[in-house]
């Protein structure tokens, strides 16, 4: 027994238990007390869901709404949007299912308090784009948080779930999960029937382009930490599409949003030479992509690659051009709001870099790369399909339940399911709950079993970064340099600077080929070999400890999966410079990958890509 093994021990018995308390977080609290009004319903959350995920800071749009009331579009419409943004691989069944349940959704957020802009002419929603709706956001995240408090039995906030439990008597099924308090070090075991993952991406797995004191000046948020790939991927689940990491072109170094200046703004891109340059890029693209170049919208990836090869060719910087725009007094106010409501990072960066947008067009560039299942990619877990639309063998279950019994996820978690964002992933969280409370109904209260070996044995684990630390420290005399132990973020840099180098970041253009990859894998061994190594000197670090094990294990995966994809399929997100070209005839696939943690072997498959509305 380790030396922290007298840390207090609380258990927590539930019936369905949701990790992670975001945006698919908050929709599957809120939907298990619906159909379960019986259940207990605990949600663990290692900040506090007031203000935590990717939306803490607030949103200025909505950006999967279909106006089904008023006939603006039909979840078809976006299952087809989605797969031409994805060069044609989505689950279109999980599309569909989210496309349909979503405009309910944003009516409730309408009703809890959440002020959306209407069009002053007709009345309706004001769109900002075909999909987007705006919003006055400031407060998303508590008004959605209150909704999940009400119906919660209890929330857990600022635990750090690091380990799923297995049930001891039936295999492959899930039994609760257990983590620790990040304010009082206390050992949580929260044993549950039913588990749904809601964990959020992941940032910092790839070295971003502000390191040093700037270093949590990233796109994504940086406490999004990969647990919702980590906890899933050590059962064994089946993950997909894991290569398919996303890449942003934004503003230059506070990565503002784009999407109100393009559509709402009407602004464009240009060189530094005042030129265009999608055009200049058409025929090369078209050479790699084939037809894809030809679909509207163009695909994110293909107009990154546009900007990528200019900036290449030595005409960078691109700039986006706000100055005709910021004219109109209505429109400044607009651009200005968009930022001040959900990324005030960027408008402190323009006035310390003197740029009005009135006057000065402000410059874009690319993000490093993320792992992301609502977004615009759509990595994640393997997950059963709806049971009135999903093909025969995108069903094996309980919607939404990954290959694990009784294990399902939302929202990030879940891949295939591109562009679902806040609205979507709150969606999917609610059908994800639906289909808990069933299975937990079926079950009629059979209680799956995690004993105490495996609770003890967990408990070690989780605490020896405290006590490799503390046995350590006798080593030094001053420093952090230890001859024992890595700190977090030392792991951490040497995560990214491998991620970076050999599987495709902003260090390497976001190129990468089969014996970089392979490199890179005997790099991630060596590391992950140093995480039993970690040294945490407080529960802060212990956290970030836990962090860096879930970031390691996505990464992994990640570079499994883009080495078994030979393919460039989304050129602008990442390149296989030994496989330049798109390659429908054998990759119009899903990749797949099941992880066996006892060998520490990875399982490569393809599923296919079933093509369900025309
Ligand atoms: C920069 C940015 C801008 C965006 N802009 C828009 C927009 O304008 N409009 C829009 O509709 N959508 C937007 N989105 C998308 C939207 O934010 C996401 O789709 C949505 O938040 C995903 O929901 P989620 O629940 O999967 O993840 P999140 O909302 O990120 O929630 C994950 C939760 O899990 C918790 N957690 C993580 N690990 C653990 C752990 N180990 N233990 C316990 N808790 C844990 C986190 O603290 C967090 O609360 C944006 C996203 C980003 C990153």
């Not at 078809?76 to 943004?85: I, K, L, M, Q, S």
Request: with cysteine.
């Amino acid at each position: 027994m380790g030396l922290f093994s007298t840390r207090k021990t609380k258990f927590v018995d539930s019936d369905i238990l949701v990790i992670g308390g975001g945006m698919a977080g908050c929709g599957a609290t809120y939907e298990s007390r619906y159909w379960g009004r019986d259940l207990k319903v605990v949600c663990v959350e290692k900040a506090n869901i007031d203000r935590s995920g990717a939306v803490a800071q607030g949103l200025y749009a909505i950006n999967c709404y279909m106006g089904m009331q008023w006939d603006e579009n039909q979840p078809e419409d976006h299952v087809r949007y989605a797969r031409n943004d994805l060069m044609g691989l989505v689950r279109e069944d999980l599309g569909y299912d989210i496309a349909r349940h979503v405009d309910s959704t944003v009516h409730m957020f309408e009703e809890w308090g959440l002020p959306i802009m209407k069009d002053p002419e007709t009345g309706r929603y004001q769109r900002e784009g075909k999909w987007q709706i705006m919003i006055h956001g400031e407060s998303y995240k508590p008004i959605v948080a209150e909704a999940a408090r009400k119906a919660a039995t209890e929330i857990y906030n600022r635990i750090m779930v690091t380990h799923l439990l297995m049930d001891d008597t039936k295999p492959n099924r899930v039994a609760g999960a257990v983590g620790f308090s990040v304010r009082d070090g206390d050992f949580y075991v929260f044993r549950a029937k039913a588990v749904i993952v809601c964990a959020g991406g992941a940032s910092h797995i790839f070295k971003p382009r502000a390191v040093g004191e700037g270093m949590g000046r990233t796109w994504y948020a940086p406490w999004s930490s990969a647990s919702a790939y980590g906890l899933p991927i050590l059962t064994g689940a089946k993950m997909m599409q894991m290569e398919n990491r996303i890449v942003l072109t934004r503003f230059k170094d506070g990565y503002g949003p784009v999407g109100a200046y393009f559509l709402h703004l009407k602004t464009y891109t240009e060189n530094a030479y005042g030129e265009p340059y999608e055009p200049t890029w058409y025929e090369s693209i078209k050479e790699m992509v084939g037809d894809y170049v030809d679909r509207q919208p163009v695909p994110t990836c293909l107009r990154n690659h546009a900007l990528l090869e200019e900036v290449k060719a030595g005409r960078g910087p691109i700039r986006m051009v706000t100055k005709e725009a910021f004219q109109d007094p209505h429109k400044e106010k607009v651009g200005w709001e968009n930022f001040l409501g959900m990324t005030i990072g960027q408008a402190v960066v323009w006035a310390s870099q003197n740029i009005d947008p009135k006057e000065v067009n402000p410059e874009l560039t690319t993000s490093e790369p993320y792992v992301m299942g609502s977004h615009a990619t759509c990595s994640g877990a393997w997950a059963s399909g709806p049971e009135d639309y999903a093909p025969d063998d995108y069903q094996w279950g309980y919607n939404r339940m990954m290959t694990v019994d009784g294990l399902f996820g939302a929202g990030d978690t879940i891949g295939g399911a591109a562009h679902k964002f806040s609205s979507g992933s709150f969606a999917e969280g609610r059908i994800a709950a639906k289909a808990a409370v069933k299975y937990v109904m079926d079950l009629k209260g059979e209680q799956p079993q995690a004993g105490e070996a495996q609770i003890d044995g967990f408990k070690e684990t989780v605490f020896k970064p405290l006590e490799n630390y503390q046995v350590g420290r006798n080593e030094i005399v001053a420093g952090t340099v230890s001859p024992s132990y890595i700190s977090p973020l030392q792991g951490l840099q040497r995560l990214e600077k491998i991620m970076d180098e050999y599987v495709g970041g902003i260090g390497a253009n976001y190129m990468t080929n089969e014996p970089m990859l392979v490199r890179g894998l005997e790099h991630l061994a060596w590391l992950t070999e140093d995480l039993d190594h970690i040294g945490a000197e407080d529960l802060h670090q212990l956290q970030r400890a836990w962090e860096l094990n879930h970031r390691v294990i996505t990464s992994e995966c990640v570079t499994q999966h883009t080495l078994f994809r030979k393919e460039t399929r989304w050129p602008g997100y990442y390149y296989r410079g030994d496989f330049m070209k798109l390659d429908d005839k054998d990759w119009h696939v899903f990749t797949g990958s099941e992880y066996d943690a006892k060998s520490g072997e990875w399982q490569m498959s393809t599923m296919p890509v079933h093509h369900i509305i025309d």
